[in-house]
């Protein structure tokens, strides 16, 4: 039984969790005002709520992905060794655990809000479509990244039921970070896209172009964070949460002094957590020193 539930963690990748956890977080304690004048019952209640949505949504998507590409996968020397193609777990349980998880994500989202709830299905059907874009679009990178972004604003509509202008700066910070690292990480598999007919920015521009598309994605992000900060008068806290994300963005694309394209995704996925974790801490600081979140609107 344990390793069986050790073979799902790997299967869906938990530890990738941290890329979107954080922005969820961080946009959960700015709507909840640092959960000042609630309960700690109540507090408790709408944090582990939305660590549900969070794990099953995910966990979803993911076992959707690995159905959807099983016979891709067992293809492709890098992914051959993946569960469904290897034979680690069954087509059968992975689809009952995608049933499972989905029956909990919509039921945990009726217990956070009205809204959430009636929104539940619609984004539980875009999240596992996203395994389908490669096989028409290029723009799959991206929408990979919507679906990651949609997070944040998942969480402060968790909240405070209702839409606002700030989450949605979120998710597309969070879209436009994401899809570059994924185009990146897309490079590894350029010629098999090709010969399997998928589509990816890799697949379709090559692997320089590729990785010039990538920063310029990046940088889009890094503007739409400074725009941010002007726009809501975020102050120092957020200027250094920008000014570290464009250092890494310098780094990783500009500065490394290897051009190895596994390391390169390594590290990505070190700034993607980096990145995450300082998003959710600036938030945290902006609000425990008083940020109007009534102004966010």
């Given at each position: 039984?344990?390793?069986?539930?050790?073979?799902?963690?790997?299967?869906?990748?938990?530890?990738?969790?941290?890329?979107?956890?954080?922005?969820?977080?961080?946009?959960?304690?700015?709507?909840?005002?640092?959960?000042?004048?609630?309960?700690?019952?109540?507090?408790?209640?709408?944090?582990?709520?939305?660590?549900?949505?969070?794990?099953?949504?995910?966990?979803?998507?993911?076992?959707?992905?690995?159905?959807?590409?099983?016979?891709?996968?067992?293809?492709?020397?890098?992914?051959?060794?993946?569960?469904?193609?290897?034979?680690?777990?069954?087509?059968?349980?992975?689809?009952?655990?995608l049933a499972f998880n989905g029956i909990l994500?919509?039921?945990?989202?009726?217990?956070?809000?009205?809204?959430?709830?009636?929104?539940?299905?619609?984004?539980?059907?875009?999240?596992?479509?996203?395994?389908?874009?490669?096989?028409?679009?290029?723009?799959?990178?991206?929408?990979?990244?919507?679906?990651?972004?949609?997070?944040?604003?998942?969480?402060?509509?968790?909240?405070?039921?209702?839409?606002?202008v700030f989450p949605i700066f979120l998710m597309?910070?969070?879209?436009?970070?994401?899809?570059?690292?994924?185009?990146?990480?897309?490079?590894?598999?350029?010629?098999?896209?090709?010969?399997?007919?998928?589509?990816?920015?890799?697949?379709?521009?090559?692997?320089?172009?590729?990785?010039?598309?990538?920063?310029?994605?990046?940088?889009?992000?890094?503007?739409?964070?400074?725009?941010?900060?002007?726009?809501?008068?975020?102050?120092?806290?957020?200027?250094?949460?920008?000014?570290?994300?464009?250092?890494?963005?310098?780094?990783?694309?500009?500065?490394?002094?290897?051009?190895?394209?596994?390391?390169?995704?390594?590290?990505?996925?070190?700034?993607?957590?980096?990145?995450?974790?300082?998003?959710?801490?600036?938030?945290?600081?902006?609000?425990?020193?008083?940020?109007?979140?009534?102004?966010?609107?």
């Amino acid at each position: 039984m344990l390793k069986t539930i050790l073979e799902f963690g790997h299967m869906v990748r938990f530890s990738h969790s941290l890329f979107a956890l954080p922005f969820a977080i961080g946009s959960m304690w700015v709507a909840a005002d640092g959960f000042r004048g609630m309960s700690a019952a109540a507090t408790a209640k709408l944090v582990l709520l939305i660590l549900g949505c969070m794990v099953t949504a995910r966990n979803s998507a993911m076992s959707f992905n690995r159905i959807a590409d099983a016979k891709i996968d067992a293809e492709n020397p890098r992914t051959a060794r993946r569960h469904l193609p290897s034979g680690r777990l069954s087509r059968r349980s992975v689809w009952a655990f995608l049933a499972f998880n989905g029956i909990l994500f919509v039921a945990f989202a009726w217990l956070l809000q009205p809204l959430a709830g009636a929104l539940a299905v619609p984004v539980w059907l875009a999240l596992l479509s996203y395994s389908y874009w490669k096989r028409f679009s290029w723009l799959c990178h991206w929408f990979l990244g919507f679906s990651i972004g949609m997070s944040p604003l998942g969480a402060w509509i968790a909240v405070r039921g209702e839409f606002a202008v700030f989450p949605i700066f979120l998710m597309f910070i969070l879209m436009l970070w994401m899809g570059g690292f994924d185009i990146i990480y897309a490079t590894q598999d350029m010629e098999m896209d090709r010969k399997q007919g998928l589509h990816s920015v890799p697949a379709r521009f090559g692997i320089e172009k590729s990785l010039r598309i990538a920063l310029a994605s990046h940088i889009a992000m890094l503007a739409l964070c400074v725009g941010f900060g002007i726009f809501w008068s975020m102050g120092w806290v957020w200027w250094t949460v920008t000014g570290l994300m464009t250092a890494a963005v310098l780094y990783i694309h500009l500065f490394r002094k290897s051009n190895d394209l596994d390391a390169m995704n390594r590290d990505f996925f070190l700034a993607n957590v980096a990145i995450s974790v300082l998003v959710m801490v600036g938030l945290f600081v902006w609000i425990c020193l008083g940020g109007n979140v009534d102004a966010l609107y």
